[in-house]
């Protein structure tokens, strides 16, 4: 199964950008070390969700290979 959830974090506990990465990456870490887990990953927004977005998805090596990108 696929899980999907939004977040939040308050701009008062986290004003800086690389605060909120720091928890991004941590919540990440401890998602995937959850039993049974297989993959963990994060999107905004989330792709194929509600809101429109004209970006392109891919993963995280497209960012220096744009080949890696899918169409």
Same mark, same amino acid.
């Given at each position: 199964?696929?899980?999907? !959830? ?5 701009? =008062? ?18 998602? =995937? =070390?959850?039993?049974?887990?297989v993959?963990? =990953?994060?999107? !905004?927004?989330?792709?194929?969700? #509600?809101?429109? !977005?004209?970006?392109r +998805? ?7 290979? #744009?080949?890696? +990108?899918?169409?």
């Amino acid at each position: 199964g696929v899980l999907t !959830f939004g977040l939040q974090l308050p701009p =008062s506990r986290y004003p800086d950008p690389t605060d909120r990465d720091l928890f991004r990456r941590q919540l990440q870490e401890r998602l =995937s =070390s959850l039993p049974g887990v297989v993959a963990v =990953s994060g999107a !905004f927004p989330i792709p194929l969700d #509600e809101q429109a !977005f004209a970006g392109r +998805y891919g993963p995280e090596e497209a960012l220096e290979d #744009e080949t890696q +990108y899918g169409q």
